[in-house]
C-alpha cells in the first residue's frame, strides 16, 4: 500500500489501539502461584480476575468502588427536592401579594388578605386552594405559575428522562403536545397489553413524538423496557418518602400545568407499565440521609443509579451459575465510574478470553479447569530462569545450557556469549551476517561478534533421576510448599527441554509415597497428614533406577523431617512420632540397596531439627552424596545445581 492510501482520524471507542498487550506471563505466573498453593485452577483464575493484574483493576476493587459511590449518593441526598422548591416559591408568591395589597386600603385587599390568611397550612392544599386566585402581583403570579411548570417538569422528567431539559420555556402549545404524546403513548401500551398488533402504530407514534425518546427505541419492547425501568425508579423513591411526603407529593402532581389531565395520564401510564412489566422492582426502597434535596426527576435518576449500581455488582461478583465477564454492562459501568473502569473491565475480560485461547487452561474429563500442558511448560520456563539466575549471580556461572565442547551434538544452536567454548555453527553464523549487511544496505559482508551461533552440545552421559519431595503438613506450615513445587518445576522443565534422554520419576511422600507427574504435583493440595515416609520413598526411587540400567542413577531428597512412618510387607504404613529405630533400620536398608545400584543421594535438608541433620548425614555417608542446607529462596538453585554436578560425574 502506498502511503497516501492510509486515513488517520480520531479514535473515538473500541479498545484502545495503545493500550500494552494483555500480559498472559504476569497472569500465568499467578495462577500457578495460586494452584500451588492448593486452589483449583477454576479458584485461582477467580482470584486472578478479583484481584486484577499490576495494570488492571480487578473486579474487588471495581465493586468496592460501586458500593462507594452507592453510599455517597445516599448520604448527600434527600428526596424532598420538589416540596421544599414548591414551599419556597408559594412562600415568594404570598409575600409578593401581601406586599402588594398593604398599602392599598379597599374592602377587596382586606378581603384578598384574608383568603391568605385562611390558607391551609399544608403547601399542597395551599397551592390548590389558590388555583382561581386573581393575583394582584405580577411577581407573585408568575412565581404561582412557576410552581405548576416546576410541578409538570419534574412529573414528566419522572417518567422520561432527558425531558426536563426541553420543559424548560413551556408554552401552551408545547403542554398540548407532551398532553397528545402522553395519550397516544398509552393507547399503544394498552393495545400492546390486549395482545394487538402494534407494529405500524409503534411505527407512527415514533413518527409523531421520536422527539421526546432519545433512547430512541426500535421496538415497542425497547420502549416498554425503557419506561418501565424509568417508572419503577420513580417509585421506588416514593416508597423511600415518608407517609406525608408522599401523601403532599401525590397531592401536588395534579397541578402539573395546572391541568389534572397530566397527572391522570400518567397513573395511566403507571398502570399500563406494571401490567406490562411486573418483574420490575417496583416495592422497594432506600434511605437519603444527606442534605442536598432532590426533585422527583433528579430523585428518579437517583433511584435508577442506585438500581444499575445494584446490577453491576452482581454481575461483577460473578457469583451466578453461567457468569461471565462478558456479562458486565460496560457502557453503564462508564457511566458509573468512568471511562478507566469500562477499560479495566474490558482488560479483565480479554485476559481470561486469552488464557482460555491460548492453551493455558484445559478441561479435565471430570469438567474441571486444569493447568495445560503449554501452562506448566512456561510455569517451568520461569521457574528455571529464575533459578539459572540465582546460580549466576551467586556462583558467576555463565548458562548451564551447554554442557562442553566433549559432548555430542543436539542440532540445536545458541547465540555466542562471553565464554563459550562450542564449536561455532559456521552455516548459520555465515548466513546471519549476510542477512544482516543485505538489511544495511551493505554491498560488503562482514562478520560480526553478533553473528556467531554456537552448537548446543550435550553430555554423553544419561542419568535416571529420582526427585523425592516431602508433602508432610510441616512442609504447608512452615512456608515450604511453594519453593517445593517450584523447584521440581525448574528441574522438570531443564531434564524436559535440555537434557531430554534423562528419565525423571517425581516421587512425593507423606504417610504414603506415590509417583506423579508434573501437573499432578503443580495442584497437589496441602492436607493434614501424619507421617514422612522416606522409606516408601526411596522404594519407589529404587523400581525407577532399574528400569534404567543404562543411566548414571541421581536420588535428590527435600525434606524437613526425620523419617516417622514406614512400609510393612504387606503395603501398610506404619506411623509413630518419635521415630522408631524399626522406621530408621527399613530406611536406612533402602539408602544401602540405592547405593548398591550406584546411586549418589543428595538430601536438600529444610529447617534446622538436630535430630534430622543427625539422620541425614548418615544418609549421606552410607548413599554416596551429600547434605545440603539452603535457605527457602535457594532451593530451586541448590537442586538444579547438584542434578548438573552429579549427571557430570562419571
Excluded at 409575600?95 to 390558607?119: G, V
Aim: aromatic share 4%.
Amino acid at each position: 500500500m502506498t502511503a497516501d492510501s492510509y486515513h488517520y482520524g480520531p479514535w473515538h471507542e473500541g479498545p484502545d489501539p495503545l493500550a500494552p498487550p494483555v500480559d498472559l506471563r504476569a497472569a500465568l505466573e499467578a495462577l500457578g502461584r495460586d494452584v500451588m498453593e492448593g486452589s483449583s485452577p477454576r479458584a485461582a483464575l477467580e482470584e486472578l480476575l478479583r484481584r486484577g493484574t499490576d495494570n488492571t483493576t480487578g473486579l474487588d476493587e471495581l465493586t468496592r468502588r460501586l458500593w462507594e459511590r452507592r453510599s455517597r449518593i445516599q448520604r448527600r441526598h434527600r428526596l424532598d427536592g420538589t416540596l421544599t422548591e414548591v414551599r419556597q416559591l408559594l412562600d415568594r408568591a404570598l409575600e409578593a401579594e401581601r406586599t402588594e395589597l398593604f398599602p392599598d386600603p379597599s374592602d377587596d385587599a382586606r378581603f384578598r388578605e384574608a383568603q391568605l390568611d385562611a390558607l391551609p397550612p399544608g403547601t399542597a392544599a395551599a397551592v390548590r386552594d389558590l388555583a382561581d386566585y386573581d393575583w394582584r402581583s405580577s411577581t407573585a403570579r408568575e412565581a404561582y405559575e412557576q410552581i405548576r411548570d416546576k410541578l409538570g417538569q419534574d412529573l414528566m422528567e419522572s417518567r422520561f428522562q432527558g425531558m426536563k431539559q426541553a420543559l424548560n420555556q413551556m408554552s401552551p402549545e408545547d403542554t398540548e403536545r407532551i398532553r397528545e404524546m402522553m395519550a397516544a403513548l398509552n393507547s399503544l401500551l394498552l393495545a400492546h397489553l390486549r395482545g394487538d398488533d402494534t407494529k405500524d402504530q409503534f411505527a407512527r407514534f415514533m413518527h409523531d413524538h421520536g422527539e421526546f425518546f432519545p433512547e430512541n427505541p426500535r421496538t415497542v419492547e425497547e420502549l416498554i423496557d425503557a419506561l418501565a425501568a424509568r417508572a419503577a425508579a420513580a417509585q421506588r423513591m416514593m416508597n423511600s418518602m415518608s407517609a406525608q411526603q408522599r401523601a403532599e407529593l401525590g397531592e401536588l402532581m395534579g397541578n402539573a400545568f395546572g391541568d389534572p389531565r397530566f397527572a391522570e395520564q400518567v397513573a395511566t401510564l403507571d398502570a399500563n407499565l406494571r401490567a406490562l412489566r411486573p418483574g420490575e422492582d417496583w416495592t422497594s426502597s432506600a434511605r437519603f440521609r444527606g442534605q442536598d434535596p432532590l426533585g422527583l426527576g433528579e430523585g428518579a435518576q437517583a433511584m435508577s443509579d442506585l438500581a444499575e449500581l445494584d446490577a453491576l455488582a452482581e454481575q461483577l461478583s460473578q457469583s451466578y451459575p453461567g457468569a461471565r465477564l462478558e456479562d458486565i454492562d460496560l457502557e453503564a459501568l462508564q457511566r458509573q465510574l468512568g471511562d478507566e473502569a469500562g477499560v479495566d473491565a474490558r482488560r479483565l475480560s480479554e485476559l481470561e478470553r486469552e488464557l482460555r485461547a491460548q492453551g493455558l487452561l484445559d478441561r479435565a474429563p471430570d469438567g474441571s479447569l486444569v493447568l495445560s500442558p503449554k501452562a506448566l511448560r512456561r510455569l517451568g520456563e520461569t521457574a528455571l530462569s529464575e533459578v539459572i539466575g540465582a546460580m549466576r549471580s551467586r556462583r558467576g556461572e555463565r548458562d548451564t545450557a551447554g554442557a562442553g565442547a566433549a559432548g555430542e551434538l543436539t542440532g540445536a544452536t545458541r547465540a555466542w556469549t562471553f565464554g563459550d567454548t562450542e564449536p561455532w555453527d559456521v552455516a548459520r553464523t555465515v548466513r546471519n551476517a549476510v542477512l544482516r549487511s543485505a538489511s544495511a544496505g551493505s554491498g560488503r559482508v562482514r562478520l560480526d561478534v553478533s553473528d556467531v551461533e554456537v552448537a548446543e552440545t550435550e553430555q554423553r552421559a544419561r542419568a535416571a533421576v529420582a526427585l523425592c519431595v516431602d508433602t508432610s503438613w510441616s512442609m504447608v506450615q512452615d512456608g515450604r510448599w511453594i519453593p517445593m513445587k517450584r523447584t521440581a518445576l525448574a528441574l522438570h522443565h531443564l531434564i524436559s527441554t535440555r537434557f531430554r534422554s534423562d528419565a525423571l520419576e517425581l516421587i512425593t511422600f507423606g504417610r504414603h509415597a506415590a509417583t506423579v507427574d508434573i501437573g499432578e504435583l503443580t495442584a497437589l493440595e496441602g492436607v493434614w497428614e501424619q507421617g514422612t515416609n522416606l522409606h516408601h520413598a526411596l522404594l519407589l526411587a529404587a523400581r525407577h533406577l532399574r528400569r534404567h540400567p543404562d543411566a548414571r542413577p541421581v536420588v535428590l531428597v527435600v525434606t524437613d523431617g526425620e523419617p516417622t512412618a514406614h512400609l510393612e510387607p504387606d503395603g501398610e504404613p506404619v506411623f509413630h512420632y518419635p521415630t522408631t529405630q524399626d522406621t530408621l533400620r527399613k530406611t536406612l536398608s533402602e539408602v544401602d540397596t540405592l547405593a548398591k545400584l550406584g546411586a549418589s543421594v543428595t538430601v536438600f535438608m529444610l529447617g534446622e531439627d538436630p535430630s534430622l541433620a543427625a539422620f541425614v548425614d548418615v544418609i549421606a555417608r552410607r548413599g554416596n552424596g551429600r547434605v545440603v542446607a539452603p535457605d527457602l529462596d535457594g532451593l530451586g538453585t541448590a537442586v538444579v545445581g547438584d542434578y548438573l554436578r552429579n549427571r557430570k560425574t562419571r
